[in-house]
């Protein structure tokens, strides 16, 4: 048992010295409830960094000391609640936190304006986005978000000021029509939105205002992929 263990600790260290050159930390599957305070001594030479399949109960302070990382997955995790330092993570495009236990996002989250996807699904997410998912409409960059998998039965009409926000996944919730937002379907740049395995009317839906917009939105983008 000893030595197994003996084994564990060469290979996380040997992992972390390597970090520092490829910029690369992956730490899926270590059985970690914390992240290796080696991480930090690297700090902005790590460009991606995979925790999933851990025992993480949260991130520390200390994340933001990894100002270059790009892409984060913390995915099958236990984690609660984001520390505000996740907001300083500003060069961050990729961010998996799939499988936790989040009810919230802190403010600063609205600082990462690089954040391309956004993963969130199977969490405990209720309302969505002014008060759970604070300063979301400020993610500018933002292209795909899921939300699938939660407990969402309110949508908010800053949800289309994401403008750069293409695809919106929040199948398996517990929304109907008359919270998908009019400003959603109609102005926004969301060309593909999953809503499958909510209980919603699917004929009022295509009845609403904007729909027909959604709809041109989305033929155009199955043109692009013809």
Known sequence: MGNIESRKETILRETLERASTTGVVPLEKKNLEEIPR?????????????????????????????TSLKRLNVSQNKIALLPIETGSLLKLEHFDISHNFLHMLPPSFSKLEHLKTLDLSYNGLQTFPVEILNGLDSLESLIELNVNDNKLNKLSPSLGKCTSLVTLRLERNYLTELQIPEELLESS??????????????????????????????????????
Not at 39 to 57: A, C, E, P, Y
């Open 38 to 66: 080696e991480v930090f001594k690297s700090g902005d030479k790590i460009r991606t960094m995979d925790l999933s399949q851990n025992k993480l109960v949260s991130l520390c302070p200390q994340i933001k000391s990894l």
């Open 189 to 226: 740049k969301v060309a593909h939105i999953q809503l499958e395995g909510n209980p919603l009317d699917n004929k009022k839906l295509q009845k609403m205002p904007g729909y027909d917009k959604y709809l041109e939105r989305y033929a155009a983008s199955q043109r692009k992929m013809d």
